[in-house]
């Protein structure tokens, strides 16, 4: 199975000036809809892993969250794009749980529901802690994109990101920057395509 992590704000969406606590405020980032469409339709199957810490301060419930999604998957379905789950911790930073990113625990419960080694992961998003989870659990595949409005740090190219905003922690080997969740797209089917071998001609008689 090909099997793609994403985070969500930043990355399917415009990130905004805090949470996104309605479903007026989820807006797509341009293009990010149809990039997961055209995965889709390579084979591979998206996933989505990310903090809500809106919900553990109570400045939205999960049926706000629930209705936030209901508009993602109503928008991508009529771009032919479908997200298979979305995995996400509750708590607020100052509560102590297993599940917060940068740590792996949301990434390990999405490699034990689909079944689908660590090494396999595709492991894209403008959160440092999610690839620095990604890069925790042996991911080998870790992609950032720039977040729309924010500091030009996605040019493309390799490097290791700086530590998550949570708190330090090991740096993030061999990062692949791209422009936008598109560019990532078309780099990666590219790729793909190249690496698949032509067809044999028949032997001339």
Same mark, same amino acid.
């Given at each position: 199975?090909?099997?793609?992590?994403?985070?969500?704000?930043?990355?399917?969406?415009?990130?905004?000036? +805090?949470?996104?606590?309605?479903?007026?405020?989820?807006?797509?980032?341009?293009?990010?809809?149809?990039?997961?469409?055209?995965?889709?339709?390579?084979?591979?199957?998206?996933?989505?892993?990310?903090?809500?810490? #809106?919900? +553990?301060?109570?400045?939205?419930?999960?049926?706000?969250?629930?209705?936030?999604?209901?508009?993602?998957?109503?928008?991508?379905?009529?771009?032919? +794009?479908?997200?298979?789950?979305?995995?996400?911790?509750?708590?607020?930073?100052?509560?102590?749980?297993?599940?917060?990113?940068?740590?792996?625990?949301?990434?390990?419960?999405?490699?034990?529901?689909?079944?689908?080694?660590?090494?396999?992961?595709?492991?894209?998003?403008?959160?440092?802690?999610?690839?620095?989870? #990604?890069?925790?659990?042996?991911?080998?595949?870790?992609?950032?994109?720039?977040?729309?409005?924010?500091?030009?740090?996605?040019?493309? +190219?390799?490097?290791?990101?700086?530590?998550?905003?949570?708190?330090?922690?090991?740096?993030?080997?061999?990062?692949?920057?791209?422009?936008?969740?598109?560019?990532?797209?078309?780099?990666?089917?590219?790729?793909?395509?190249?690496?698949?071998?032509?067809?044999?001609?028949?032997?001339?008689?």
């Amino acid at each position: 199975m090909k099997l793609a992590i994403l985070d969500r704000d930043g990355t399917l969406n415009l990130p905004g000036d +805090g949470y996104i606590a309605s479903p007026d405020e989820w807006i797509a980032q341009p293009g990010a809809l149809e990039a997961v469409a055209r995965l889709n339709h390579a084979g591979w199957h998206v996933v989505l892993a990310c903090n809500q810490p #809106g919900l +553990g301060r109570g400045l939205f419930d999960v049926k706000v969250l629930n209705a936030i999604h209901a508009k993602m998957y109503r928008q991508l379905a009529a771009m032919g +794009g479908r997200i298979d789950a979305v995995f996400f911790c509750p708590h607020a930073p100052q509560e102590t749980c297993r599940c917060r990113l940068p740590q792996p625990e949301l990434l390990a419960q999405i490699c034990e529901r689909y079944g689908v080694e660590a090494e396999q992961l595709l492991v894209v998003g403008s959160s440092m802690a999610l690839l620095q989870a #990604g890069a925790t659990l042996g991911a080998r595949q870790l992609h950032q994109v720039q977040q729309a409005g924010g500091a030009s740090t996605a040019a493309q +190219g390799m490097g290791a990101p700086p530590s998550p905003p949570d708190g330090p922690s090991q740096p993030v080997p061999e990062v692949r920057k791209h422009a936008s969740l598109g560019a990532l797209v078309e780099h990666l089917l590219q790729a793909e395509a190249e690496a698949v071998p032509l067809p044999a001609r028949p032997a001339q008689t």
